[in-house]
């Protein structure tokens, strides 16, 4: 079964951080969502069979009402959707209103994920988002009809101490979120905190990560993939899709499909995609998944599947014997039953393992 990703690129304000397509002046969205459904109408066989839908953005909760229901109404007439899919909408804090869980519950959706980033006000408007701590406490309230929730927080923010992040993470840890996503700031080039003369510190984010993996390991929480943890099986199966090189759709503006080998990526111009020119480009990758799936398998707790490998054409523990051995000597790899995985001290220098090994 297939995955499908829906992308909408707007938002309430932008964040000082952000290098995503977002930020579209609001009076497009209607033309956006005719854009949209017209796109999906001509992509999407009838019949396909479908295991996860994710909705992202840009922030889909400030959509008008309607428009999610709308869309997965589509997808619903066209695909195949098993049974016991998986829906993921994301939202941001002060979108979420009675009305929108109302909206995506009826809609079918039984996943979300908030973006949180921090529960310190302070940082929050230093890095221009548009909710409170108090903000995060009432969306979370009103988001109680779905129970597999995950929140998104954020380390290396400026001026962000130690003691902030354990506040956040002691936070949602207490809230029982059953999935959390951690994500070290990146400065992206062009975004206002890049602008702004703003340098992450690498090592300090090692530091804060390290220190979020003992917490939350501590309290339950398993990292099935370098940058998310959950509790039992609450993993985004959406996600772990694409480490799992499944084929998957991408529709809207920005969005990237995986199909039959294919890359296909949609352009990023809100304004071409409503007027029907999505410039969309295609690459075949079918000669590269044995690197793809290297790079990928090894970012997950699952690891790499070496007889799958095997089928890509690469049998690593004859080409990358040396390398494996000393890795694993070092204490940095682990093999066993025919997967190959990293050890939790690896994850530190995980880009240099892969690049040995591709």
Known sequence: MKGIYIHFPYCASRCAYCSFVSGAPHDSMPQ?????????????????????????????????????????????????LAENAEITVECNPDSVTAEFVAEIVGAGVNRVSIGLQTDNDKLLAAINRPHTLQGFIRAWELLSPIKNKSVDLMLGLPGQTEDDLISSLKLVVGLNAPHISLYALKCEEGTPLQKSGF?????????????????????????????????????????FSYWDMVDYYGFGVSAHSFLDGKRIANGENVSKY???????????????????????????????????????????????????????????LRLCDDRLTLTDSAYYIMNTIIVALI
């Open 32 to 80: 956006y969502v005719a854009a949209l459904k017209r796109e999906i109408e001509e992509r999407l066989p009838f019949g396909e069979q479908i295991s996860t839908v994710y909705i992202g953005g840009g922030t889909p909760s400030v959509m008008p009402r309607g428009t999610i229901a709308d869309v997965l109404g589509l997808i619903k007439c066209r695909a195949m």
């Open 199 to 239: 340098v992450e510190d690498e090592d300090f984010e090692a530091e804060l990560y390290q220190k979020a993996y003992e917490l939350l390991t501590q309290n339950g929480y398993t990292r099935y993939e370098v940058s998310n943890f959950c509790l039992g099986d609450a993993y985004s199966r959406h996600n």
């Open 274 to 332: 409503i007027l029907g020119n999505p410039q969309r480009t295609e690459a075949d990758v079918s000669n590269d998944r044995a690197e793809e799936y290297i790079m990928l398998a090894l970012r997950t707790n699952r690891g790499i599947d070496l007889n799958r490998l095997k089928a890509y054409g690469v049998d690593l523990l004859v080409s990358k014997k040396a390398e494996i051995d000393r890795f694993i000597r070092d204490g940095f």
